[in-house]
């Protein structure tokens, strides 16, 4: 944990002027464009929380409308008794509880099972929530009235992606980070070197499980209207594995370059052909498995790695290159 | 009664979908989740049969089982077949064609969305009362389900009795191993794949004639269909028919005593009790 190199304090440099940068946007614009930014910077949040567990593991999650519809509702009951920071820790709260149930049921068996759950998950909370609301509260919808505007939601979006990327960096250089990677090259060695294997999974997919709930219930006041069918949506899963998935779990900030063209790309289709959502959803899954296998950051460096070597080889004697 | 009968009836149909699936899975060793998008397709092609030409939809077996065996196994041979080449090792083959069968569904869901719309539909065929225990139930589900269990005993008189079924059985408990005696693995599995839509096809006719089915569907029958074949173990085809039996039987329990929204409860109700205490299927034995 301790001794920062040289490198990484220039990374965390950077990554500290680029959070100043792009808070400027909201004073510079708003309308269209901001609220673009703040899908950005929501589906950031979304998709690195998702590749912190599904990124090493090679779990293919898909209850993040679970998580997402969970804060999002935390928010809408209790949002007239207790102040909205306190609304942001019940979120946390729950969504990890959530993921420890789902993790405990079946993150000690093969990945298929876990595939297989987490894609109906989103869909069963829906259905209890819609059936307790119908039968205790007799209303289908609540209402999230705040004083938040864009340019506030942006913000505490923003924050939430940096927190969400400072905490991936750390993972990434601690134990619990490198025995992910042991379990995701082969889970079978990481078991006999001596790595609890279901508790390090289960506990990571809590941790991203609470990130994704607290995006839920920030983002919770822009819709106003909450109702299980918009806040459990399960687009919203397939879309931030697409996302994630484009961009490259390999690199923390892989699934950040998946989020920018897909959130604009889908942002222009939606414009344009509003009922063709999931003809382009299918492509991009099509395109990721047959085109781009490791994501766009996977292929960067790939050519990377071969204008390197190409230009070692110009550089040494002919006679050495096959040494 | 009337519950434990109405159940079976659904469960006879939920049997030929999750054998579709188990015989993709098992034996093809392909995650389909597009499988629901087959059984959504072939409802259509059903009504369309029927409200357009005439055509009974068990006399559309005929069409719809051959058209989805070809279909299913150009989707094979084009697209999943390039996968199973690259993957080194069948973790990563999971990934991959979860990830692909995922394309598929939504470009197909999205096609037949384009081109029927979100709406409902429906139709009248064999919509009578008929007996069983004294008490009345609709003829085409009874009609359904004898039309199920017999494309069951089919299959399982081709999987148990033939050469083909054999290697198709060899291929599903190992395909490493199959080559040895003389068995294509790879021609195998894309037959295996095939017929397996052509399963799932069959189940969605005979579903299209007493259910209310609109194009975006699929995704809810390919989970009751994963969970059917994971409780009666992964390649068991009677452990499937076993499951699909309890599946109709507590859905149907749970929507008449409690509330008919609370299905996918009851579903998940069981997939968890069949997680924690047989992850190798109901009638599984505990892996080596």
Not at chain 2, 16 to 26: E, K, M, P, R, S
Not at chain 2, 84 to 90: E, F, I, L, P, T
Not at chain 2, 101 to 120: D, E, N, P, T
Not at chain 2, 244 to 272: K, N, Q, R
Request: hydrophobic letters at 55%; one cysteine or more; proline letters at 3%.
């Amino acid at each position: 944990m301790i001794g920062i190199r040289r490198h990484e304090m220039w990374t965390l440099f950077g990554g500290a002027a680029a959070l100043v940068v792009l808070s400027l946007l909201p004073l510079l614009t708003d309308g269209f464009y901001l609220s673009l930014g703040v899908n950005l910077v929501l589906y950031a949040a979304l998709s690195t929380a998702w590749s912190l567990f599904s990124g090493p593991t090679r779990f293919i999650s898909l209850a993040g409308a679970a998580f997402f519809g969970i804060g999002t509702y935390s928010v809408a009951l209790w949002l007239n008794n207790l102040p909205f920071a306190a609304l942001i820790v019940i979120a946390a709260v729950c969504s990890a509880a959530l993921a420890a149930l789902v993790g405990a049921a079946t993150l000690r068996l093969s990945g298929v099972y876990f595939v297989i759950f987490t894609l109906g998950l989103s869909e069963l909370i829906r259905q209890i929530v819609s059936w307790s609301q119908s039968r205790f509260a007799h209303k289908m919808g609540l209402y999230v009235f705040t004083d938040f505007t864009e340019a506030h939601l942006y913000w505490m979006l923003l924050a939430l992606s940096g927190v969400v990327f400072g905490v991936g960096w750390l993972i990434n250089r601690s134990r619990l980070g490198f025995a992910l990677r042991i379990i995701g090259d082969d889970e079978t060695v990481a078991r006999h070197v001596g790595i609890a294997t279901a508790r390090a999974k289960i506990l990571l997919f809590m941790i991203s499980g609470a990130f994704t709930g607290v995006a839920g219930a920030v983002v919770a006041p822009r819709y106003a209207y909450i109702e299980p069918q918009a806040a459990f949506n399960p687009m919203l899963s397939f879309t931030v594995v697409i996302m994630a998935l484009l961009g490259g779990t390999r690199r923390l900030w892989g699934p950040l370059m998946g989020v920018i063209p897909f959130t604009i790309v889908t942002e222009f289709i939606t414009a344009r052909f509003p009922n063709q959502n999931s003809v382009v959803v299918g492509i991009a899954f099509l395109a990721i498995v047959y085109l781009l296998p490791d994501g766009v950051t996977g292929r960067i460096e790939a050519l990377r790695e071969r204008i390197r070597i190409s230009v070692r080889t110009r550089v040494d004697a002919p006679g050495e290159r096959a040494a | 009664m009337q519950i434990l009968v109405t159940g079976t009836l659904l469960g006879g149909t939920y049997a030929l979908i999750a054998l579709g699936l188990t015989l993709q899975y098992g034996a093809a060793r392909i995650m389909n989740l597009a499988n629901g998008e087959t059984l959504v397709a072939a409802c259509f092609v059903a009504f369309w049969l029927f409200t357009s030409l005439g055509v009974t939809p068990l006399l559309g077996m005929v069409i719809i089982a051959p058209a989805a065996l070809l279909l299913n196994w150009l989707i094979y041979t084009g697209l999943l077949r390039p996968l199973v080449r690259r993957a080194k090792h069948r973790g990563m083959l999971e990934v991959d064609s979860i990830l692909a069968s995922f394309g598929l569904l939504f470009l197909f869901q999205g096609l037949m969305l384009l081109i029927f719309g979100g709406a409902y539909f429906n139709y009248r065929f064999l919509a009578e009362p008929f007996s069983i225990f004294g008490s009345p139930y609709a003829l085409n589900r009874v009609v359904a389900f004898v039309a199920a269990a017999l494309v069951s005993f089919l299959l399982y008189l081709f999987l148990y009795h033939t050469r083909q079924g054999a290697a198709v059985r060899a291929v599903a408990v190992d395909p490493a191993s199959a080559p040895l005696v003389a068995i294509d693995v790879s021609r195998t599995a894309a037959f295996a794949f095939a017929l397996g839509g052509a399963l799932t096809a069959c189940g969605g006719a005979l579903l299209s004639t007493f259910y209310t089915f609109n194009a975006s569907m699929g995704v809810l029958f390919t989970m009751k269909a994963l969970i059917i074949v994971i409780m009666g173990g992964v390649g068991d085809v009677r452990g499937a028919t076993l499951a699909a039996l309890i599946l109709g039987v507590s859905e149907t329990a749970v929507a008449s005593l409690i509330d008919p929204g609370l299905t996918l409860a009851a579903t998940y109700a069981l997939f968890i009790l069949v997680l924690l205490f047989r992850p190798q299927g109901i009638l599984g034995r505990a892996a080596a």
